[in-house]
């Protein structure tokens, strides 16, 4: 650091003195403070101590793990430099699902000094038959972006592999680097492993760093919007931003937006054509790492994204960041924001595009949370046993096991802390002759114990096809989407593909394409003449407003009640919020509004807890079953972050609800699975959990298994075990995972709590107000067409006008 003119930085300091300590530990600073020499350095510098260079070729010392193939490059650049000054006989390598097979067979022959992989590729190396030999070496491990994994399934298998590294080397340290985290001592842990000693230190990186969060704002957001209703209208003012910054990055939540924001920039500016480019992660890999070289070396002016560049690849040149509607999260304004200014000493600046009115007061909700760090917390997942069964396998090729010893190792993970000896043994069980139902079949016979008591994989058949199915990453059957010259474009999942006749065209990779045929589990495609196409739509539930970014958000409302408009955000939505107080209440965080409104539809019923949409689903399911128990009725039901909407063309009694009654948390469990079809639910979610139990093998490279046949296998097996083997435990965590996930039961209960502390405000109604419009817009969707919607709008705006 001397010789480059760097002058280390406190926290750099503290967390190498911590790895001299042999201690693990947690660092928490900004984006682009200096993360990777923090714990890299440190960790070199103990192992020049430990192995003097000179000696020739290391053994496997450091693996480094990243949750993003795109950040292995990145990171394998920046730990390079000082291996190169300091140890030029180490080497250095990467392991991902990118890696090319004749790298892989020379890391087969012997692996390098310090290796950067992913979870995926980590538990693929404890595969291997002699993973006791070949990684016992390993004295230091990195997790990059621990927030990224730590709420998922991949945090499990990573916490699986870490606690097998451990067995191997019980001396081994552990870092964990994040910038965005609300429960960071509980995250250290979940890391570093329950009662680990020494104790493991957390390090905040405190560092000056401007943190730039400003809005874009139109110039007349009007009384009443909906979502996407400012969309397009935000195209003139996003080009002059791009026109007038350096290179920009342009963020959104959903590829298909994307696609649609690529093409309004192409429109508006045909001669920025070749100088800005699109990026997601089904594009074909060469185009995502020519979009990714063009950034790095400043060639593009802008790169329109998803979350595919959300985390720690530097790029330097970058000076802006825009969000196209809200991030939803204050952790994730935060993530995207640090993309720009990404190095010591500059400011990070994100621009909040919104595209509806609401979205402007969570942009200057947004800045306030983020400057007093109310960052969303993330929670492991507990003791998943479709990730448990695959584990089993994979130590059970890497070796064999001793079930008293795995167990114990297992229960040394976080998520697995609580495991009993029957939970584990039963897993044991499935692995050994597929639980109850499937013992007559050989396939599912997948671990046998020799005569040393050991549990080893007797079949290479069985072998071969746990190899391709480990991990933990589990999405709807894509297709390759090719040129009929041969040319790969990228991916697209197959259901959208389904729906296409020959002749259609859509927008893919910013092209025009034009559908041709399918063959071979392949899309071809020709470039289109005309001039008009649809975009691709991904599954993947929509974004849900965190509890943070929702209290912050009523906090702007409550200052906007009171008639304080500080912030420039708030006085642009002033129309708006005006127009709800006089026709209705402004929603505080004191305060629960309930609405209720007559219409030629029926009896319509708003509410407004601010606790996103997966939450509003749970809960409008739930009052729906609940005001029907008295008295049969049918309700459609709309929601959005905001709150959601009941209707239903029959009147119903409104008591329960001006009583609060209907919010009662008491019988929840019940009432919320009696709401809800929890068993297409739970059938829905088996089919993941099947996928990574290895109960389906999704097919040979080049033989993918369509997604027909993944849903009629997983299908069958749900059937299979509910009606033959009911103590199954995979329906069981299938059941759970519904509730904990998709309904996120332990939100719902808490908004429950909280609309009993609030006081009730119901108002009826006698135009729909700004706050209830959007749910009736979201409803009308669902069986409108564009035009016919915009017609239904005009004349329930002229009603409100003229009667206003």
Not at 272 to 297: C, M, P, Q, Y
Request: aromatic letters at 8%; a positive charge; one cysteine or more.
């Amino acid at each position: 650091m001397a010789a480059r003119g760097w002058t280390p930085f406190a926290f750099q300091q503290q967390v190498w003195r911590a790895i001299a300590q042999g201690r693990s530990g947690m660092l928490h600073a900004t984006t682009g403070a200096g993360k990777t020499y923090a714990v890299w350095l440190g960790m070199l510098d103990m192992l020049l101590a430990r192995h003097p260079p000179g000696r020739g070729a290391e053994p496997l010392r450091a693996i480094w793990l990243t949750p993003m193939r795109a950040l292995a490059a990145d990171t394998t650049r920046a730990l390079t430099a000082p291996l190169r000054d300091l140890a030029p006989a180490w080497t250095i390598g990467q392991r991902t699902g990118d890696t090319a097979s004749a790298e892989r067979a020379r890391q087969d022959r012997r692996f390098p000094t310090v290796l950067v992989t992913t979870p995926e590729s980590l538990s693929l190396m404890l595969t291997r038959e002699h993973a006791r030999q070949e990684l016992q070496s390993v004295e230091f491990v990195v997790v990059d972006e621990w927030h990224e994994l730590i709420g998922s399934k991949r945090g499990v298998q990573a916490q699986l592999a870490l606690a097998r590294l451990r067995r191997f080397h019980p001396a081994l340290v552990t870092w964990g680097l994040s910038a965005t985290l609300g429960n960071l001592e509980e995250a250290m842990e979940i890391l570093c492993g329950p009662q680990r000693r020494p104790r493991p230190l957390l390090v905040r990186g405190r560092i000056d760093k401007t943190l730039v969060i400003d809005t874009l704002i139109p110039p007349d957001p009007g009384k009443y919007s909906w979502a996407g209703h400012l969309g397009a209208r935000m195209q003139a003012p996003v080009v002059e931003e791009i026109a007038q910054a350096g290179p920009t990055l342009v963020f959104t939540n959903v590829r298909s937006q994307a696609e649609i924001w690529y093409q309004l920039l192409l429109q508006a500016r045909p001669d920025w054509a070749g100088e800005i480019a699109l990026h997601h992660g089904s594009l074909d890999r060469s185009t995502r790492e020519w979009v990714e070289l063009g950034l790095k070396e400043g060639r593009l002016r802008a790169v329109v994204a998803t979350s595919s560049l959300d985390l720690g690849v530097d790029f330097l040149p970058v000076e802006r960041v825009l969000q196209i509607g809200s991030a939803k999260g204050v952790a994730r304004i935060m993530q995207r924001a640090g993309r720009s200014g990404h190095a010591p000493g500059r400011a990070s600046r994100l621009t909040l595009v919104p595209t509806h009115t609401m979205e402007l007061i969570e942009a200057a909700a947004a800045r306030v949370a983020a400057a007093e760090g109310r960052v969303e917390r993330r929670e492991a997942p507990a003791k998943p046993l479709d990730v448990l069964v695959q584990h089993l396998v994979t130590i059970a090729l890497g070796g064999g096991f001793e079930a008293d010893a795995l167990y114990e190792e297992v229960r040394s993970a976080w998520s697995y802390r609580d495991l009993t000896r029957e939970e584990f043994d039963w897993a044991l069980a499935f692995c050994e002759r597929g639980g109850e139902s499937l013992s007559a079949y050989p396939d599912y016979h997948r671990i046998r114990q020799d005569e040393a008591g050991v549990w080893r994989v007797p079949d290479r058949g069985i072998a071969r096809r746990h190899r391709l199915s480990v991990g933990t990453i589990v999405s709807d059957a894509s297709m390759q989407v090719k040129y009929l010259s041969g040319g790969n474009i990228g991916t697209i999942e197959e259901g959208f593909i389904a729906r296409l006749r020959k002749g259609d065209c859509f927008y893919f990779a910013g092209r025009l394409l034009e559908f041709v045929r399918v063959q071979d589990m392949a899309a071809y495609v020709r470039k289109a003449t005309r001039t008009k196409g649809t975009v691709p739509t991904w599954q993947g539930s929509k974004m849900a407003l965190s509890t943070e970014l929702g209290d912050a958000v009523l906090e702007m409302m409550q200052a906007a009640s009171r008639g304080e408009y500080a912030h420039p955000e708030l006085e642009a939505a002033r129309p708006m919020l005006e127009t709800q107080a006089r026709l209705s209440r402004i929603p505080t965080p004191d305060t629960i509004l309930v609405e209720t409104y007559r219409s030629r539809e029926g009896q319509h019923l708003y509410v407004h807890p601010f606790a996103g949409r997966h939450v509003h689903l749970g809960l409008a399911s739930l009052l729906a079953w609940r005001l029907a128990r008295e008295r049969p009725n049918t309700f459609s039901i709309s929601v959005n972050d905001y709150g959601f909407e009941l209707v239903s063309a029959e009147a119903f009694d409104l008591a329960p609800v001006a009583d609060g009654s209907v919010f009662s948390g008491d019988d929840l469990l019940h009432d919320v699975l009696a709401s809800l079809n929890s068993s297409e639910l739970a059938q829905r979610r088996f089919r993941e959990i099947a996928r990574v139990a290895g109960l389906i093998f999704t097919g040979y490279p080049g033989q993918p298994k369509s997604m027909r046949q993944l849903q009629a296998s997983s299908g069958l097996f749900y059937e299979v075990f509910r009606k033959y083997d009911q103590g199954n435990l995979l329906l069981n965590q299938a059941e759970r995972e519904v509730l904990s996930q998709e309904l996120e039961l332990s939100r719902l209960r808490a908004t429950l709590e909280r609309i009993a502390r609030r006081r009730l405000e119901l108002v009826h109604l006698r135009h729909p107000s700004p706050m209830s419009l959007p749910l009736m817009v979201e409803r009308f969707r669902e069986k409108l067409s564009t035009e016919s919607l915009s017609t239904r709008l005009d004349r329930i705006l002229r009603d409100i006008e003229g009667d206003g």
